[in-house]
């Protein structure tokens, strides 16, 4: 097996043009079969995402959390002044920080009780930000429901219902994001959250030595809700 792959690769430096006939066959199948890969996963998109939408919606516990976990990432981001590399989840008992951009642990602290001081004061737009996953499933599905109305009114499978769907939906997602996050997957009535520890999670138990390759920062937020 190996020696087969290293003659393969052998023969693809020595005569890479016997390939070019090879690469623009898989080019045109891909193209091809492309808007058939999205037509799948636009309705898989259709099914999913507003069923992951209600279940977050439904929940208010993680909604609050949500809604901290997104005002403490927006607080650091003012203190530093840029964006920074970090995410979270937000669950029923707390919510969860990671990235490499992450301070101490201290100052993770220190910002969390802030966003919720800020939120309880009027705050309520650090509960919102631009870059949260319910922006991201928001362009997916936008991606997915234009290009389904698209296809069905056409009544035409090509490449150009596929480019067509990706502009209008990037270009409604950013809003529609905005608004979803609003009135479905944040609340920033925080009053009654306590903010019981922060946790340092161990990322690379089995690998000890990747966290020097991968410094990742990764903590996480307990809280419960007095209502």
């Keep these: 097996m190996i020696f087969s792959l290293l003659m393969f690769l052998i023969i693809a430096m020595l005569f890479p043009y016997l390939f070019i006939p090879i690469l623009i066959f898989l080019g045109i199948g891909f193209l091809f079969l492309l808007p058939y890969v999205v037509v799948f996963n636009s309705f898989y998109n259709i099914i999913t995402i507003p069923w992951q939408i209600i279940k977050i919606a439904s929940d208010r516990r993680i909604r609050k959390n949500h ?5 403490t990432i927006n607080v650091l981001e003012q203190r530093y002044g840029r964006p920074l590399q970090a995410g979270g989840l937000a669950y029923s008992n707390g919510f969860s920080l990671s990235g490499p951009d992450l301070p101490p ?5 220190s910002a969390v009780k802030e966003a919720q001081f800020r939120m309880i004061n009027g705050e309520k737009e650090l509960a919102i930000h631009p870059r949260c996953g319910t922006s991201i499933a928001a362009a997916n599905f936008l991606f997915s429901l234009v290009f389904i109305i698209v296809l069905f009114s056409s009544h035409h499978l090509s490449l150009l219902n596929v480019i067509l769907a990706f502009l209008l939906a990037n270009l409604l997602a950013k809003p529609f994001g905005r608004v979803l996050q609003k009135f479905f997957t ?5 009053e009654d ?5 922060v946790y340092v999670q161990a990322q690379h138990d089995m690998i000890p030595f990747l966290t020097i390759i991968n410094p990742n920062r990764s ?3 307990k809280t419960y809700q007095l209502k």
């Design 67 to 71: 809604s901290l976990e997104h005002a």
């Design 105 to 109: 642990i201290y100052e993770v602290m």
């Design 186 to 190: 944040t609340y920033p009535e925080v």
């Design 193 to 197: 959250v306590v903010i019981q520890d």
């Design 219 to 221: 903590y996480f937020i």
